[in-house]
């Protein structure tokens, strides 16, 4: 893997360890004012969203045993994760 790679694997990686919970969203369609206001409420809730590329998240969710999200990969992909209650987010 390209260093570039290998430094988001470790970072989306240990992001999702640290993380209470974390779910996977096709961000596609979604404006900036959205986006911005979508952020800050996540951030209101210890959450935050990321957009990540899908190669390299089939290779952390192979690492991390969760070979089963691989199929949800589709399109602009964006991983919400945090370490509040997911209910309140």
């Known amino acids: 893997m ?5 430094l988001m694997f470790k970072e ?10 974390f779910i996977l ?11 911005q206001d979508l952020r ?4 209101e809730q210890d959450a935050e969203i990321h957009v990540v590329k ?3 998240f089939r290779h952390v969710a ?8 691989q199929s949800a990969l589709t399109g602009p992909t964006a ?11």
Not at 12 to 21: A, D, Q, Y
Not at 62 to 69: I, R
Request: aromatic share 6%.
């Open 54 to 56: 899908n190669n390299v």
């Open 25 to 35: 969203a096709d961000f596609g369609g979604l404006t900036v004012e959205k986006d």
């Open 40 to 43: 800050g409420k996540l951030r």
């Open 12 to 21: 989306i990686h240990g992001r999702l360890e640290e993380s209470v919970f």
């Open 62 to 69: 192979k690492d991390l045993g969760l070979e089963e999200m």
């Open 79 to 89: 991983i919400v994760s945090g370490k509040g209650e997911v209910t309140e987010t």
């Open 2 to 6: 390209r260093f570039e790679k290998e």
